[in-house]
């Protein structure tokens, strides 16, 4: 039996849930923090339950051939990112094989074949939006501590350390956005400590910065600043605004989220358009969207246009198809795929994104598309059907969280030919179709990765009416 600080030589298996790995020792469970299938390590036991225990590398005998060098120095510190120290290829297999177990483990389906995840043409430079922390409490890196520099332990704007929502490292290079987001986190942060502002010091519920999100444009170019405070200043703003326009042309708008309130979001009760026109666009095939401060949008364009090709091609659409689409956002899917049908018929929670969406489908010139507010639990009645049609397709992209139970019976009880669900949490996703098993069968799986050096993979899985 494992005992907490026991240290043993073992060799690490396989790649796990979120990213994480292990091994077996005696049968026995042991996740290994940071460990790559095939490595020959020594590890200490760092935390034992019933079922499992916890392991950090104590030293790496003989490190794995699906090893590489991490690109960037805060590596292992910040909570950016895990995968960087895995060669591409093997993190791509690794999210082929969590979307077929989870399919298998958690959805009971058998002879489930999963298709080679989908790479990114991008591995670094991918995202199109980045939400920094400001901190009152810096977490020092132990190379800034080896330095012996004098370092402002009060002040710090960058991603929290994991696990830890208080502490905040100090980042000065990140190698997931766009070069333009690292040149205006470095310079914004030496503008705000020059002016004197205070960081907000999550203990105390106090100071004036929050969040630093910027968002940028691939396709257009666009960059917004979005700054996060806890009041509005309109002289800093001014401040700030005559500051970007002379040092930053780039930078097409700026604008100021206030969140007076304890919660750590980076959304709030205002946002006030300090210049520029409060919102950016981006392209996704053919279609322009815009972008407000606090849309959701996906993070990695060009994939998310292979995302949407995907749901296309195996939804295997038909001129005469009457789609639902739900949880539909702010319409990214409909209007991708409303040429190809008769009909979308969008549906979603949050009003502001159906606002947003009839606003897109009216920019591009889509007029076969109707966009619905409310929670599907309520507005997914027999009434509905008999309104809008009943659907020959579904497809649905729900939260992480995936759908209620009575939302999936629902769909079964619809019985659309055809029936395509998109997932960024295949263990969901998989729960979500273990339900629909008898009613339905799978035709085809299909990994894609958004989010390269991290666990995240979206998974799209077509099935067919029995």
Same mark, same amino acid.
């Given at each position: 039996?494992l005992?907490?600080?026991?240290e043993?030589?073992?060799?690490?298996?396989?790649?796990?849930?979120?990213?994480?790995?292990?091994?077996?020792?005696?049968?026995?469970v042991?996740?290994v923090?940071?460990?790559?299938?095939g490595d020959?390590a020594?590890?200490?036991?760092?935390?034992?339950?019933?079922?499992?225990?916890?392991?950090?590398?104590?030293e790496?005998l003989?490190?794995?051939?699906?090893?590489?060098?991490?690109?960037c120095?805060?590596?292992?510190?910040?909570?950016?990112?895990?995968?960087?120290h895995?060669?591409?290829?093997?993190? !791509?297999?690794?999210?082929?094989?969590?979307? =077929?177990?989870? !399919?298998?483990?958690?959805?009971?389906?058998?002879?489930?074949?999963?298709?080679?995840t989908?790479?990114?043409?991008?591995?670094?430079?991918?995202?199109?939006?980045?939400?920094?922390?400001?901190?009152a409490?810096?977490?020092?890196?132990?190379d800034?501590?080896?330095?012996?520099?004098?370092?402002?332990?009060?002040?710090?704007?960058?991603?929290?350390?994991?696990?830890?929502?208080?502490?905040?490292?100090?980042?000065?290079?990140?190698?997931?956005?766009?070069?333009?987001?690292?040149?205006?986190l470095?310079?914004?942060?030496?503008?705000?400590?020059?002016?004197?502002?205070?960081?907000?010091?999550?203990?105390?519920h106090?100071?004036?910065?929050?969040?630093?999100?910027?968002r940028?444009?691939?396709?257009?170019?666009?960059?917004?600043?979005? !700054?996060?405070?806890s009041?509005?200043?309109e002289?800093?703003?001014?401040?700030?605004?005559?500051f970007?326009?002379?040092?930053?042309?780039?930078?097409?708008?700026?604008?100021?989220?206030?969140?007076?309130?304890?919660a750590?979001?980076?959304?709030?009760?205002?946002?006030?358009?300090i210049?520029?026109?409060?919102?950016?666009?981006?392209?996704?095939g053919?279609f322009?969207f815009?972008?407000?401060?606090?849309?959701?949008?996906?993070?990695?364009?060009?994939?998310?246009?292979?995302? =949407?090709?995907?749901a296309?091609?195996?939804?295997? !659409?038909?001129?005469?198809?009457?789609? =639902?689409?739900?949880?539909?956002?702010?319409?990214?899917?409909?209007?991708?795929i409303?040429?190809?049908?008769?009909?979308?018929?969008?549906?979603?929670?949050?009003?502001?994104a159906?606002?947003?969406?009839?606003?897109n489908?009216?920019?591009?010139?889509?007029?076969?598309c109707?966009?619905?507010?409310?929670?599907?639990?309520?507005?997914?009645?027999?009434?509905?059907?008999?309104?809008h049609?009943?659907?020959?397709?579904?497809?649905?992209?729900?939260?992480?969280?995936g759908?209620?139970?009575?939302v999936?019976?629902?769909?079964?009880?619809?019985?659309?030919?055809?029936?395509? =669900?998109?997932?960024c949490n295949p263990?969901?996703?998989?729960?979500?179709?273990k339900?629909?098993?008898?009613?339905y069968?799978?035709?085809?799986?299909?990994?894609?990765?958004?989010?390269?050096?991290?666990?995240?993979?979206?998974?799209?899985?077509?099935?067919r009416?029995?």
């Amino acid at each position: 039996m494992l005992k907490k600080g026991a240290e043993l030589e073992l060799i690490v298996e396989k790649f796990a849930d979120r990213g994480k790995s292990l091994t077996r020792v005696d049968g026995y469970v042991l996740f290994v923090e940071g460990g790559v299938p095939g490595d020959r390590a020594r590890v200490r036991v760092i935390k034992r339950k019933k079922n499992y225990a916890e392991g950090r590398i104590v030293e790496l005998l003989e490190p794995s051939p699906l090893r590489t060098e991490p690109r960037c120095r805060y590596f292992g510190i910040c909570g950016g990112c895990k995968w960087q120290h895995v060669r591409y290829e093997a993190q !791509l297999e690794a999210k082929r094989q969590s979307v =077929y177990e989870a !399919l298998v483990h958690h959805g009971g389906f058998e002879d489930v074949e999963v298709r080679p995840t989908l790479p990114s043409p991008r591995l670094y430079g991918y995202r199109n939006k980045m939400e920094f922390s400001f901190s009152a409490d810096r977490w020092l890196t132990p190379d800034e501590i080896a330095s012996g520099r004098p370092l402002d332990r009060h002040f710090a704007v960058g991603l929290h350390v994991p696990g830890n929502f208080y502490k905040v490292i100090d980042l000065e290079e990140c190698h997931l956005p766009e070069p333009i987001t690292v040149r205006l986190l470095n310079e914004l942060r030496a503008f705000c400590k020059a002016k004197g502002w205070e960081p907000w010091d999550i203990r105390r519920h106090e100071g004036y910065l929050r969040h630093l999100v910027i968002r940028t444009g691939t396709r257009t170019g666009e960059v917004m600043v979005n !700054l996060v405070t806890s009041r509005y200043d309109e002289a800093r703003m001014a401040e700030l605004g005559t500051f970007l326009q002379e040092q930053f042309p780039e930078v097409t708008t700026l604008v100021n989220t206030i969140n007076s309130r304890p919660a750590q979001v980076s959304y709030g009760e205002a946002t006030y358009t300090i210049f520029g026109p409060g919102v950016i666009h981006d392209c996704i095939g053919p279609f322009r969207f815009e972008i407000a401060p606090d849309a959701f949008f996906q993070t990695n364009t060009e994939q998310a246009e292979r995302l =949407y090709e995907v749901a296309r091609e195996l939804a295997a !659409l038909r001129p005469d198809d009457l789609v =639902y689409d739900l949880y539909c956002g702010t319409g990214t899917i409909s209007i991708f795929i409303a040429p190809h049908v008769r009909h979308v018929v969008g549906v979603e929670l949050v009003a502001s994104a159906v606002e947003n969406a009839r606003a897109n489908a009216a920019a591009n010139g889509i007029t076969n598309c109707t966009f619905v507010a409310g929670d599907l639990l309520e507005v997914l009645t027999p009434a509905f059907v008999r309104t809008h049609g009943r659907p020959d397709v579904v497809i649905v992209d729900p939260p992480r969280a995936g759908m209620h139970p009575k939302v999936v019976r629902r769909i079964g009880q619809l019985r659309p030919e055809r029936f395509v =669900y998109v997932s960024c949490n295949p263990q969901t996703q998989a729960r979500d179709l273990k339900l629909l098993r008898d009613l339905y069968r799978i035709e085809a799986v299909q990994p894609v990765d958004l989010f390269p050096h991290t666990d995240h993979v979206e998974s799209v899985v077509a099935l067919r009416a029995r």
